[in-house]
């Protein structure tokens, strides 16, 4: 069996286009995006510092180039973020803002209310106390009656409570015993005995006074005058005398002072100013209802020296007990 030889064409292929070689994908550039805020209801109270929190938009992939979370203080770009004012979670945290203030308010209302109390304490503490009237008898002041023989009212010799009076001096004292009255009457008044100093020409002080009416006729005056004649044989060696009169109380069983006239012998008074002062400061008794005193500390006392050479604190609460002055 004879083969015949086979002819091969050779075969012409047309060039095929090759690929250039692989290139690396490009590399992933997100988009910028801008923080996002997160927000939720307004804060009980004052915002805060913001807490750790993620800054990356929902969804976003950390594993990608440039795309790792933004915790703690870093945005998704690897930047340190500006620390901000972040409104609390919604959930716990406002809870504990309305559980602190709530706590907070309560303590400060107790804070406030103890506060207010102990205030109130100290102020009652410090408030001074009118003094309690005083047993004038026991504690050696002597008063006086009127012409019927029935005594003054404790509290309303000249009718009223606590009456305004005025000490006045004739035009025959000099200025030294006008110096003497001023400074006892000062002295009284300041320790709220409702009297006034009155000048030779009968001017006062009106302020002085407690519920003195602007025309004067509820103003009771006491005149003092000095007298350079020989004292009278009752009172030789006596620094004063005074005569007054008086008109039957409501009650019937108390008179009231209507007038008051006291004279000083300026022969036994003789140029001391510690008796002038004693003198005065009879006068003013006798003008609030008291004639004197019989101990010895007073300075109301019958035989002057020169201590005290003032109203004693006693003294002046017999003053205001007599008067009414005591509240």
């Known amino acids: 069996m004879t083969y015949a030889p086979q002819t091969y064409a050779p075969q012409t292929h047309a060039p095929q286009p090759v690929a ?93 209310f103890l506060t207010v109390r102990a ?13 309690a009237p005083m047993n004038l008898a026991a504690a050696g002041y002597s008063t006086f009656g009127g012409p ?25 004292a000099s200025a030294d015993y006008i110096a003497a009255a001023s400074e006892v009457v000062d002295q009284a008044n300041g320790a709220g005995v409702n009297v006034a100093f009155g000048d030779t020409g009968g001017s006062y002080d009106a302020s002085k006074l407690v519920g003195a009416k602007d025309d004067g006729s509820n103003v009771n005056h006491a005149v003092v005058r000095i007298s350079t004649a020989a004292p009278p044989q009752d009172a030789a060696r006596a620094l004063k005398s005074f005569a007054w009169n008086a008109s039957l109380a409501a009650d019937g069983q108390h008179e009231y002072l209507t007038k008051v006239v006291v004279t000083i012998y300026d022969r036994n008074a003789g140029d001391s100013d510690v008796h002038r002062r004693a003198a005065m400061r009879g006068a003013l008794a006798v003008a609030q209802g008291i004639s004197g005193s ?3 500390g007073s300075g109301l006392y019958s035989r002057v020296s020169k201590e005290p050479d003032i109203f004693t604190d006693n003294d002046l609460l017999a003053l205001r007990t007599m008067s009414g002055c005591t509240s």
């Not at 979670?89 to 809870?95: A, G, M």
């Not at 009652?124 to 003094?131: H, V």
Request: charged share 10%; glycine share 12%; hydrophobic share 35%.
């Open 119 to 131: 205030h109130s304490s100290e102020t009652a503490a410090a408030a001074p106390q009118p003094p």
């Open 20 to 112: 250039p070689p692989a290139q690396a994908a490009p590399e992933y550039v997100p988009e910028p995006i801008a923080p996002t805020v997160i927000t939720g209801p307004e804060p009980a109270g004052p915002a805060v510092m913001g807490q750790p929190t993620d800054l990356a938009p929902s969804g976003y992939d950390p594993s990608r180039p440039g795309g790792g979370g933004g915790r703690h203080g870093v945005d998704q770009w690897g930047n340190l973020a500006t620390p901000r004012l972040v409104s609390p979670p919604p959930t716990s945290h406002r809870s504990t803002f309305v559980v602190v203030g709530v706590a907070v308010a309560v303590v400060v209302v107790l804070a406030g």
């Open 148 to 172: 019927r023989g029935l005594p003054l009212a404790v509290g309303t010799p000249w009718g009223v409570r606590c009456a305004p009076v005025v000490l006045s001096l004739d035009v025959n």
């Open 294 to 296: 019989s101990k010895p």
